[in-house]
T-cell receptor, first 116, second 115 residues
Framework: GAVVSQHPSWVICKSGTSVKIECRSL??????MFWYRQFPKQSLMLMAT?????????EQGVEKDKFLINHASLTLSTLTVTSAHPEDSSFYIC????????????FGSGTRLTVV | AQKITQTQPGMFVQEKEAVTLDCTYD???????LFWYKQPSSGEMIFLIY??????QNATEGRYSLNFQKARKSANLVISASQLGDSAMYFC????????????FGQGTELSVKP
């Protein structure tokens, strides 16, 4: 149980275009989801907290107009990288708040974004 | 500032030996949780073990155990009988209950198991 499906697994886009990443909780309702960004050999940096039906809470230094987060239902949260630039190339991964400590927080499989 | 620190960027261990990965944290909250995750090259995050701040005993999960020293604010991961498949990035993370339940990660330790 507690599966989060993240799509796409990888995406290549042209500079200036927008990319949408989806995270779906398959067998539970995720009131809260978290979005992280990870550069190679580095830590997961929390970008924002996504709550169903309300505006996302962004961490300091994260541009909310560039990284649009929508959590319209209890099973779907999306991250849209708008006007992507090469420096946005990174690994993006979502996590759902699933307070079953046998599993910890449940993570998606991640999306590797390359902007060319 | 609330933060979590892993001071070992990389570690090597011989197959079948035990290894300890260090993690220290800093928080003023009395209630928190500590996690360890494994991230292989595929990128997936694999939950290993959890310790609550009020737990009296150290957590154990199979070959993984967490050496929780609350007064020292450390939560080291011990992997016994290392296997080649243990080679991966390992992240310590802290759960902040008072901040919407967000999980903040340390810098990570890259573990390499030698045959």
């Amino acid at each position: 149980g507690a599966v989060v499906s993240q799509h796409p697994s990888w995406v290549i886009c042209k500079s200036g275009t927008s990319v949408k990443i989806e995270c779906r909780s398959l067998d539970f309702q995720a009131t809260t989801m978290f979005w992280y960004r990870q550069f190679p050999k580095q830590s997961l940096m929390l970008m924002a907290t996504s709550n169903e039906g309300s505006k996302a809470t962004y961490e300091q230094g994260v541009e909310k107009d560039k990284f649009l987060i929508n959590h319209a239902s209890l099973t779907l949260s999306t991250l849209t990288v708008t006007s992507a630039h090469p420096e946005d190339s990174s690994f993006y991964i979502c996590s759902a708040d699933y307070r079953d400590y046998n599993y910890g927080y449940t993570f998606g499989s991640g999306t590797r974004l390359t902007v060319v | 500032a609330q933060k979590i620190t892993q001071t070992q960027p990389g570690m090597f261990v011989q197959e079948k030996e035990a290894v300890t990965l260090d993690c220290t944290y800093d928080t003023s909250d009395p209630s928190y949780g500590l996690f360890w995750y494994k991230q292989p090259s595929s990128g997936e995050m694999i939950f290993l073990i959890y310790q609550g701040s009020y737990d009296q005993q150290n957590a154990t999960e199979g070959r993984y155990s967490l050496n929780f020293q609350k007064a020292r604010k450390s939560a080291n991961l011990v992997i016994s009988a290392s296997q080649l498949g243990d080679s991966a990035m390992y992240f310590c993370a802290m759960l902040y209950y008072n901040q919407g339940g967000k999980l903040i990660f340390g810098q990570g330790t890259e573990l390499s198991v030698k045959p």
